[in-house]
């Protein structure tokens, strides 16, 4: 082994017990240490073949063969390993049950015409059993990828397997669940469209989307009747050893599935290793039971070994870390991190720290995507962000949201102020389409005459820019309630003096909250998008006339869409979109309190998730007299 294993790590490998949990610290060689119990088995004299090594995320997978690499692995036991995602290990399981391959969907456009087509259902449904609790009007194009994301939380959860014989589908279930009721009530619907039956377990899906297998084997594991009968178990593999890395983010259907796999493999023994701190209980309904002492009742005695020794970060994130989150935390002596927090009251302030940073740490400019990594706790906020970075001359691209042109919100209201001012410089033509059918999709109503969501829909995408503007758009407006159209006739009232000091005023007349609230489910994704929009107003006041804003924003969108691939640029991402990944340098803008503060164990897990991504340096920005209460252990 090329790698002298840390006393930690000694005793971990030298562990003969059949069950093990490794509560590992961010950047602690977690998967290093799962390869080298893994060679341990090989040594002890397991069949490589019969050892399962498998990953939450396939960067995780990724992570095993570097790691086997790093440890000097031979290939001839590599190559024999069972290793994946958990989820790619369902799906080869469920290729076997269902006799067939099934379709294989990960992008939520290829979903997105079920979704919609449930949303409708749900709604007929609902508006009959439980009036006024389905909050989506119109088509809810605008919710599909967070009715996406709630559908994982939901499955990842198993809370209606696990809610008991009194689950029904009805607003004070789900609330008991901790969800919408939409999103359940659409859910339902949507299940029955990829399986023709609310009941995967029951037949062959149409389709699977990400995290299906590992919910559609969850589902035939926990049915009373399982299809293969008394046929031999999937997961019956005469396995010898099982290593999950990861395990922060197992949820209820993941662990479903590795529990059954323990009980079908009865001489296989078992290494979890994940940071309990590093749960994000939103992403796929990660639980942190299964980090906890409970983990025991389901799988039998557990012994735990911490792994304490960061090889990531050195002592200045380390010891703040180890405040923070109240357990133990020791740092390579090797591993040097720079620690700086700024003052920064404006988005000009956080664009300008970028430019001095990325300036100071610059060292390889064909690298500047993996160095360089701005984190950030609210998307919605980045609109003044971004618009600061262009006006300096500065590339990135976003990771986890649209960059802020191609919001619906933003794409929304340019169009309402071109209109308004009558503006003269059109929209590209990607722009152009996404505006239309924002206006479309907030307005939330049909044409007349065709008075179908389908033929609304191709009169809106087929329609001029000119033409929609005259037209198309006082067609859709006239088909709205009265309140809606009383707010937009305001708005437009006050864009028309073509003022862009009064775009904040604009905005507030839409009342763009009881809009946005008639067609987005999250209250989460509302606040991102009014957050999106008073951000929208402030970039507003950097020019004078709305002619002008409108006709900066064009440039900007020119500049973005076209922008070289080759063009170095650096990534402006949610911190959820990091989980995993590191960086030699981080910046977390606007860690002030009310922004990114608070007791919820969540908030708390991704502060620790973006600290604990750097390497070299840390700087992290926060507005004076309003500091984050995280920031305290930084100062200490």
Request: net charge negative; hydrophobic share 40%; charged share 25%.
């Amino acid at each position: 082994m090329r790698i002298t294993p840390s006393n930690e790590q000694q005793k971990i490998l030298d562990s003969e017990s059949l069950r093990i949990l490794v509560e590992a610290n961010a950047g602690a060689a977690k998967t290093t240490t799962a390869a080298m119990r893994i060679w341990r088995l090989v040594d002890r004299g397991v069949d490589p073949s019969r050892i399962c090594a498998l990953a939450f995320s396939k960067p995780g997978v990724l992570a095993y063969s570097a790691a086997f690499s790093r440890i000097g692995m031979p290939e001839a036991i590599t190559s024999k390993i069972r290793l994946g995602t958990v989820e790619e290990f369902c799906a080869a399981r469920l290729k076997k049950i269902d006799g067939t391959a099934v379709i294989s969907y990960s992008d939520a456009r290829e979903v997105k015409p079920y979704v919609l087509n449930a949303i409708q259902i749900a709604r007929g449904i609902s508006d009959q059993r439980f009036p006024g609790d389905f909050s989506i009007q119109g088509t809810g194009v605008l919710s599909v990828e967070h009715l996406l994301e709630e559908f994982s939380y939901i499955k990842g959860t198993l809370g209606p397997q696990r809610y008991g014989d009194h689950f029904r589908y009805d607003p004070a279930t789900a609330a008991d669940l901790g969800c919408d009721y939409t999103s359940l009530a659409v859910l339902r619907q949507y299940e029955k469209l990829r399986n023709d039956s609310a009941h995967p377990e029951e037949c062959v899906p149409r389709f699977r989307y990400v995290g299906d297998s590992t919910y559609d084997m969850a589902m035939h594991l926990l049915s009373d009747d399982p299809i293969w009968g008394g046929d031999k178990h999937p997961l019956d593999l005469s396995l010898e050893g099982i290593v999950l890395d990861e395990m922060h983010d197992c949820s209820w259907s993941m662990f479903t599935v590795i529990s059954h796999l323990l009980k079908q493999n009865l001489n296989a023994s078992f290494m979890g290793i994940g940071d309990r701190d590093q749960v994000i209980h939103g992403k796929h309904g990660a639980d942190a039971y299964f980090m906890e002492p409970d983990l025991d009742r389901e799988i039998g005695g557990v012994s735990r070994f911490p792994l304490t020794l960061t090889h990531r970060f050195g002592e200045q994130v380390a010891r703040p870390l180890a405040l923070f989150s109240k357990k133990d935390y020791q740092s390579s002596p090797a591993a040097k991190t720079l620690v700086s927090l700024h003052r920064a009251e404006h988005a000009k302030d956080n664009a300008g720290l970028i430019l001095e940073l990325f300036g100071k740490y610059k060292s390889d400019a064909g690298s500047v995507e993996e160095d360089f990594a701005i984190l950030l706790r609210h998307p919605g906020a980045s609109v003044e962000l971004e618009h600061s970075l262009h006006l300096k001359g500065v590339g990135y691209r976003t990771v986890g949201f649209k960059t802020f042109l191609q919001r619906p919100e933003i794409a929304f209201v340019r169009m309402l102020l071109s209109i308004a001012v009558d503006h003269q410089t059109v929209f590209m033509p990607e722009s152009l389409l996404e505006a239309k059918l924002a206006v479309w999709q907030y307005l939330g109503v049909n044409l007349p005459v065709p008075s179908t969501a389908e033929e609304t829909k191709n009169t809106v995408e087929s329609a001029t820019e000119q033409n929609f503007r005259s037209f198309v758009f006082h067609a859709l407006l006239g088909e709205a309630d009265k309140q809606l159209i009383t707010s937009v006739h305001a708005a437009l009232e006050i864009a028309a003096y073509n003022d862009a000091q009064r775009v904040g005023e604009f905005v507030r007349a839409l009342n763009f909250l009881a809009m946005a609230q008639k067609v987005l489910v999250s209250k989460r994704d509302i606040e991102e998008t009014i957050s999106s929009l008073e951000s929208f107003a402030e970039v507003a006041k950097h020019y004078d006339s709305i002619d002008g804003l409108l006709g900066a924003l064009n440039i900007i969108d020119h500049q973005k869409r076209k922008e070289s691939a080759a063009r170095h640029q650096f990534r402006l991402s949610t911190i959820e979109d990091a989980k995993g990944l590191e960086f030699q340098h981080i910046f977390i803008p606007d860690c002030n309190a009310r922004m990114f503060d608070g007791s919820s164990q969540d908030e708390r897990n991704l502060f620790y998730v973006a600290t604990s991504r750097a390497r070299n340096s840390l700087a992290i920005s926060y507005r004076e007299g309003s500091e984050s209460t995280f920031l305290r252990h930084f100062r200490q």
